[in-house]
């Protein structure tokens, strides 16, 4: 149980473009889900915290209209990268969590490459 | 402030070697701790957790220990294997919330 899914697993895409992440919860619902950032040899940087119905919230220094977050249904939360550019290139994780389960639960994760 | 922090960045062991990865928190108040592996390219997966009410918990080939005295938390991993090479997280949660606080890493080396 507890099995978190990301798509794409891997993405290319030219500068200027809009490319979203989706991250579904496959056997749970998950009334909270988060996004993470994690640059190499790095630690995971929380970016949003994504509340099923309601505005995602947002950490400090992380800008919400460069990074839209939807969590329409309690399996599947977005997260869209507006105008990306080669400094948004990175390793985006997704994690959900119950509060049945308590623990977050981590996708596999999503590697973008903006070129 | 609220920190989880690793002593050790780069942890080298033999395989079949016994692998202990260790962790200090400041928040005093904290009761509940995970700990996470991960490999290069994937997302982080749950392998233990313990709460402030318990000083051991055993899993399988892993063992969580908890000194609450000196704040330090520990992850035993026993017959250390090449599969277990990866990063290492010690995470608890944030005072009041859900959001995880992450330890910087520990990167786990299993020579052959």
């Known amino acids: 149980g507890a099995v978190v899914s990301q798509h794409p697993s891997r993405v290319i895409c030219k500068s200027g473009t809009s490319v979203k992440i989706e991250c579904r919860s496959l056997?749970?619902?998950?009334?909270?889900m988060f996004w993470y950032r994690q640059f190499p040899k790095k630690s995971l940087m929380l970016m949003a915290t994504s509340n099923e119905g309601s505005k995602a919230t947002y950490e400090q220094g992380v800008e919400k209209d460069k990074f839209l977050i939807n969590h329409a249904s309690l399996t599947l939360s977005t997260l869209t990268v507006t105008s990306a550019h080669p400094e948004d290139s990175s390793f985006y994780i997704c994690s959900a969590l119950t509060r049945a389960l308590e623990t977050q639960y981590f996708g596999p994760g999503t590697r973008l490459l903006v070129l | 402030g609220e920190s989880v922090g690793l002593h050790l960045p780069t942890l080298s062991v033999q395989e079949g070697d016994n692998s202990i990865i260790n962790c200090a928190y400041s928040n005093s108040a904290s009761d509940y701790f995970i700990w996470y592996k991960q490999e290069s390219g994937k997302g982080p997966q749950f392998i233990i957790d313990?709460?402030?009410?318990?000083d051991k918990r055993q899993g399988q080939r892993v063992t969580v220990l908890l000194n609450k005295t000196v704040k330090h938390l520990s992850l035993q991993i026993a017959a250390t294997q090449p599969g277990d090479s990866a990063v290492y997280f010690c995470a608890e949660p944030q005072r009041g919330g859900n959001k995880l606080v992450f330890g910087a890493g520990t990167i786990l080396r299993v020579k052959s």
């Open positions: 056997d749970f619902q998950a009334t909270t």
């Open positions: 313990i709460r402030s009410n318990m």
